[in-house]
């Protein structure tokens, strides 16, 4: 899960020094440098220099990591429309009618 969030969180805010993600995350400086160190070696992620400090790695995502992404977002779409599709019409009118709340909800998570 954590290896899913943060190839999510690589992909919405860019290249971001490994310290920076292990706080997102929520877990030691050491896990986070295991888990970059798994998806690198998966080719998913690169580490590069930070411009302002030298010391520091960024991380980002390569290409493959991107397209990972992209495409577990259209099969969490494409399974999504499939269950939508089985509701009532009048659960479908509910659910467009609660997608201001959940916006709002989830803008209130990050």
């Known amino acids: 899960m954590t290896a899913r969030t943060t190839l999510s969180r690589l992909d919405e805010q860019g290249p971001t020094p490994l310290g920076e993600l292990a706080t997102q995350e929520g877990i030691s400086q050491p896990a986070m440098t295991g888990l970059v160190n798994r998806l690198e070696g998966l080719g998913l992620t690169a580490r ?32 999504l429309a499939e269950h939508l599709q089985r509701l009532s ?8 009618a609660a997608l201001p709340a959940l916006h709002h909800l989830t803008q209130d998570v990050s």
């Open 48 to 79: 590069e220099p930070d411009p302002d400090d030298r010391r520091v790695s960024r991380i980002l995502l390569t290409d493959a990591g991107r397209a990972l992404i992209a495409e577990r977002r259209s099969q969490r779409a494409r399974t």
């Open 89 to 96: 019409p009048a659960d479908q009118q509910a659910l467009v």
